[in-house]
C-alpha cells in the first residue's frame, strides 16, 4: 500500500506537512495544498485509520451484535442505529452470532480488539455482563438486556405490549386468546406473555398451558406452533393467537390457510414488532409497534453520549408500544 512518505517524496514536501494536508491541523499553501492532493490522487493513497486511532484514541467504529440478521426487525432497529452513528462521523461493524453464546464471546474479542469506541448489544449472556464491564469500554444494551447488569438500557415496555394486544382481541370478542412466546429463557417474551395473561385475568379469563407454546422467533416456529394449536378439537381451539413476534404470527397466517381457517373471522392473528413487512402480508396483520428505527437511533444517541462522558449515571430509556390494527384481527 502507498504510504504517506511516498505522497511526500512525490509532492516534495516533507510527510508531516501531508499529515497536516489531510488533518487540517496548520495552515499549508494553496499551492503546496494543491500538490499533496494531486499526488495522493496520483497514488490513491487512503491514510491510515489504525494510525490516526493510535494518535488520537478513538477509531470512529461502533460494534454492532445481534442474535439474527435475517430477522427483518433487527434489519430494521441497525438502520436506525446505522443512520444515527453515521450522522455523528462513526462506522458500524455488525456482527450476528446467531443465538451462540459462544459466538457472542468470539465477536466481542474481535470487537474489542479492533478497539471499537463502544458496543451496541441486542443480547448478552448473563454469564459475560461482569467480563465485559470490566473491560470499560462504553456498551447500552438493547432489547435482550439480563437484570443486573451495569450498563446503560434501551428497550419497550413489553408487558404493556402484551396488554395492549390482549384489550384488543377481548373488544373483538374473542375469548380462547392463545400465545405463541419466544424462547422461554428470554425475558422480553415472558414479559409479553405476561401481560397477556394479567389481562386475561382481569377479564375473568385464563391462558391455559394447553393455549400457550413456545418456539423460536422465526416464521417456521410460529408455523408449526399454530398447526398443534389449530389441530386441537373445535371446543379447545383458540380463536385467536397473540405471538411474540411478527415473523411467529406470518407463519400463523399460513397455517391458518392451510387449516382452511378465515383470518379474522375464524382466527385472530396478531404479532409483535410492526416490521416492515407485516403491512404487505394477506391479511395485513395487526401488530404490536415498537417504531425500530427510532428504537435504533435513540439507542446510538445513548451509546455516543457514553462515549462523549463516561461518568454519565446508567440510564433506561423504555419507549411505549403502541398497537396498529389491521385486517388480520378486526371484524369490520
Not at 499553501?29 to 492532493?37: D, E, P, Q, Y
Request: net charge neutral; glycine share 8%; proline share 5%.
Amino acid at each position: 500500500m502507498t504510504t504517506i512518505k511516498q505522497v511526500a517524496q512525490l509532492a516534495g514536501v516533507s510527510f508531516t506537512t501531508v499529515s497536516h494536508v489531510i488533518n487540517a491541523t496548520r495552515p499549508v499553501s494553496a499551492a503546496t495544498h494543491a500538490r499533496v492532493l494531486a499526488a495522493i490522487a496520483q497514488l490513491h493513497y487512503v491514510p491510515s485509520a489504525l494510525a490516526r486511532s493510535l494518535k488520537s484514541q478513538r477509531t470512529g467504529t461502533i460494534g454492532l451484535i445481534i442474535p439474527n440478521n435475517t430477522n427483518p426487525y433487527f434489519s430494521e432497529v441497525a438502520r436506525g442505529i446505522e443512520d444515527q452513528c453515521y450522522s455523528a462521523g462513526y462506522s458500524v461493524i455488525l456482527c450476528n452470532f446467531g443465538d451462540d453464546p459462544a459466538r457472542q464471546r468470539n465477536y466481542l474479542d474481535v470487537l474489542l480488539g479492533k478497539r471499537c469506541d463502544g458496543l451496541i448489544m441486542a443480547a448478552l449472556a448473563a454469564a459475560d455482563g461482569e467480563w465485559l464491564h470490566a473491560k470499560k469500554v462504553p456498551v447500552v444494551l438493547l432489547d435482550r438486556a439480563p437484570q443486573g447488569q451495569a450498563f446503560d438500557v434501551v428497550d419497550v415496555d413489553n408487558m404493556a405490549g402484551g396488554v395492549l394486544a390482549a384489550q384488543h382481541l377481548l373488544a373483538q370478542g374473542r375469548r380462547r386468546i392463545a400465545c405463541i412466546g419466544g424462547p422461554q429463557e428470554i425475558m422480553l417474551s415472558r414479559q409479553r406473555l405476561d401481560g397477556v395473561r394479567v389481562t386475561l385475568e382481569q377479564a375473568g379469563l385464563s391462558l391455559p398451558a394447553a393455549l400457550c407454546r413456545y418456539a423460536d422467533f422465526t416464521s417456521m416456529g410460529g408455523y408449526q406452533q399454530a398447526r398443534t394449536l389449530l389441530a386441537l378439537p373445535v371446543a379447545q381451539r383458540p380463536d385467536a393467537i397473540f405471538c411474540c413476534n411478527d415473523l411467529m404470527a406470518i407463519g400463523v397466517l399460513r397455517a391458518a390457510a392451510e387449516a382452511g381457517l378465515a383470518v379474522p373471522q375464524a382466527l385472530a392473528v396478531v404479532g409483535f414488532d410492526d416490521i416492515d413487512l407485516a403491512q404487505f402480508v394477506h391479511p395485513a396483520l395487526t401488530s404490536v409497534a415498537q417504531n425500530t428505527r427510532e428504537l435504533g437511533r435513540l439507542t446510538a444517541q445513548c451509546l455516543l453520549a457514553r462515549i462523549a462522558d463516561a461518568g454519565l449515571p446508567h440510564q433506561r430509556h423504555t419507549m411505549t408500544p403502541e398497537l396498529h390494527v389491521r385486517a388480520s384481527s378486526l371484524l369490520l
